[in-house]
């Protein structure tokens, strides 16, 4: 009986959300004629598996500006809430003070300061999935994917799959890779290499498995070959960065990506520009303020 | 396919058709946290740690383990543990050891909170508690700490599992000192779990 609750409540947890969320994809299909869109930019890639992948976009001055300004007004608000709560939980001592006890039922409320204020980060809303089809090309489960995305610096944060607040996967949070994606350009990221099954469900169940990689971009190689569809687009390879440690937004498993000579190295978990000695630029301000 | 499979087959279902949500429901609120203290490492007791190996302890080695580095201070230790906690608990650190964290973001939209009564409801808290060792490990392997395994009435006495309950953050703390202490101690000589 259990089962069957959880199984019907699951389905219709899928069919809801999917009609709920049924927007355009951005995902090119493998017969979709390709029209670039000059104020979008596109991911392209191959991949030995088909699996969900998630990008962070790096966050703009602009969007922080607005972000920031968003912040201060919610801040403004629970300082507010919390000035209302403490003048009852104020007057319910006073209340109670001849009283027999108990007869305070309030909790003391916590101060709401800039310092303890809980708000999103910045870049929250800058998560970019890739689903696993549809796909541009496929050849048994060698793939590629031709994504639409928003302009911008994006950074690989790992194999997971997602549903809103939900998701199961790995995220390179202690360590990734990013690029570029410039407006109306094909950005080749290479080739997205996963591991079997059996080691990522290793990987995802023991806590004494070995850490092989859950996810490995090989940057674009003069030896990967491009679907002739995109004969004649403006495709560029990527240029790679080291990406700093991110949160486990999702509470998922954690990971890091290998590293890769001349972008990404580590010094323990110390994240490395390779390309320069230092450490990576973040994705927001550190203090996000 | 066993039920269980068939259940785990639904949530990825759910998952997967759902992926399309608009982002600016997803997030759960943020709580900043405030940089440890200066802490005086001989005020914390150091726990027993001494005990003879036997086959039926050692089974139980990818539960009930410890850290230590050579060379590491307590401090340094302490934030990586809460650094890696932090992880292992669905927030993180941001970068460069700032201790500024987001939540996991397990209960925030409506679609992600039926989602999580169906998941946990399948997974529950020993998944869980699992999903945490690996978090746990994976993070601190990273930081190079070499890990010991211990009997499972020593280990309780200075960490904690976390299933649905979240350990207090008083509690939480006060074990993560311990642990520190330990990790910044003298090298173990027995129960080494090798990678």
């Not at chain 1, 486990?248 to 010094?267: K, Q, S, W």
């Not at chain 2, 590491?72 to 302490?78: K, Q």
């Amino acid at each position: 009986m259990r089962f069957w609750t959880i199984f019907a409540t699951a389905l219709l947890v899928a069919l809801v959300q999917f009609a709920a969320t049924a927007e355009a994809r951005n995902q090119f299909n493998q017969t979709e004629a390709i029209t670039i869109d000059p104020q979008k930019a596109y991911f392209f890639f191959r991949a030995n598996d088909r699996r969900e992948l998630q990008f962070v976009r790096e966050v703009t001055p602009e969007q922080l500006a607005t972000w920031r300004a968003a912040r201060a007004q919610a801040l403004a608000r629970a300082v507010q809430s919390y000035e209302l709560a403490a003048r009852r939980y104020r007057d319910e001592v006073e209340y109670c003070r001849d009283r027999p006890q108990p007869c305070i039922v309030l909790e003391r409320p916590t101060p709401v300061t800039d310092a303890n204020f809980a708000y999103p980060p910045p870049e929250a809303d800058n998560f970019v999935s890739v689903e696993r089809g549809p796909q541009f090309t496929r050849v048994g489960d060698d793939t590629t994917y031709l994504v639409a995305v928003p302009p911008g610096s994006y950074v690989f944060y790992g194999p997971l799959i997602r549903n809103g607040a939900q998701a199961a996967g790995f995220c390179m949070c202690m360590g990734s890779l990013r690029f570029t994606a410039r407006a109306g350009q094909i950005v080749d990221l290479g080739e997205i290499r996963f591991p079997d099954q059996d080691v990522l469900n290793a990987r995802a169940s023991r806590p004494d498995a070995p850490r092989t990689a859950t996810a490995e971009i090989r940057p674009y190689a003069p030896g990967m070959t491009r679907p002739d569809r995109l004969a004649g687009l403006p495709v560029v390879a990527a240029e790679w960065r080291a990406a700093d440690k991110m949160p486990n937004y999702f509470g998922v498993l954690i990971d890091r990506h290998p590293a890769v000579a001349g972008v990404l190295r580590y010094e323990r978990d110390r994240v490395i520009d390779d390309r320069t000695g230092s450490d990576p630029v973040p994705l927001a301000p550190l203090d996000g303020r | 396919m066993t039920k269980s499979w068939a259940a785990r087959g639904a949530v990825l279902l759910a998952l997967c058709l759902g992926t399309a949500s608009p982002a600016a429901a997803q997030v759960r609120r943020m709580t900043p946290e405030t940089a440890p203290p200066q802490i005086d490492p001989a005020t914390i007791p150091m726990p027993e740690l001494s005990f003879t190996p036997t086959p039926q302890i050692e089974e139980n080695y990818d539960k009930y383990y410890y850290f230590n580095r050579a060379g590491t201070d307590f401090m340094t230790a302490y934030a990586d543990l809460r650094e890696c906690d932090g992880y292992a608990r669905g927030l993180a650190y941001r970068t460069a050891y700032v201790p500024y964290y987001a939540p996991g973001l397990l209960t925030s939209a409506v679609g992600g909170a039926i989602g999580s009564a169906v998941a946990d409801a399948i997974f529950g808290s020993a998944e869980r508690r699992r999903q945490r060792r690996i978090n746990m490990l994976t993070c601190m392997r990273f930081k190079e700490y070499r890990v010991f395994g211990l009997p499972e009435n020593l280990w309780e006495r200075f960490n904690f599992e976390e299933g649905m309950r979240q350990v207090p953050e008083d509690e939480r703390q006060r074990f993560l000192r311990i642990q520190a202490r330990v990790a910044s101690g003298p090298a173990p000589t027995v129960g080494e779990v090798r990678p």
